[in-house]
């Protein structure tokens, strides 16, 4: 069974940088990508950010680009999501999922949920 377990959220000063991290259990992960969501108040998921295992290759949404790093540490099984130059608008919960198969950005694609980290910019 797929566990993930997202950490590292809280509450940040605009302009700020917070370090998410996603540990990842109950399979190997080389044939997986894994993907970071988000969910602010009264608002649908949207896609942040998503990483092959296997390969590294990267894909973000425009909204955080040049803003926010996805990468792993296969060692440890876990994923980060470096945040930089926070926004008030970046203010969310945010999700890690997993997916077997290649990079997506639609929600629907991704078969395992942590139960997420909620992150809080202040302006």
């Known amino acids: 069974q797929v566990q993930l377990v997202e950490s590292g959220g809280g509450l940040v000063e605009a302009g700020g940088s917070l370090r998410l991290s996603c540990a990842a259990s109950g399979r190997t992960f080389s044939s997986y990508s894994i993907g970071w969501f988000r969910q602010a108040p009264g608002k649908e998921y949207e896609f942040v950010a998503t990483i092959r295992w296997s390969a590294d290759s990267t894909t973000y949404a425009d909204s955080v680009k040049g803003r926010f790093t996805i990468s792993k540490d296969n060692a440890k099984n876990t994923v980060y999501l470096q945040m930089g130059s926070l926004k008030p608008e970046d203010t969310a919960v945010y999700y890690c999922?997993?997916?077997?198969?290649?990079?997506?950005?639609?929600?629907?694609?991704?078969?395992?949920w942590g139960q997420g980290t909620q992150v809080t910019v202040s302006s």
């Open positions: 999922a997993a997916r077997e198969g290649g990079r997506s950005t639609v929600v629907a694609a991704y078969s395992y």
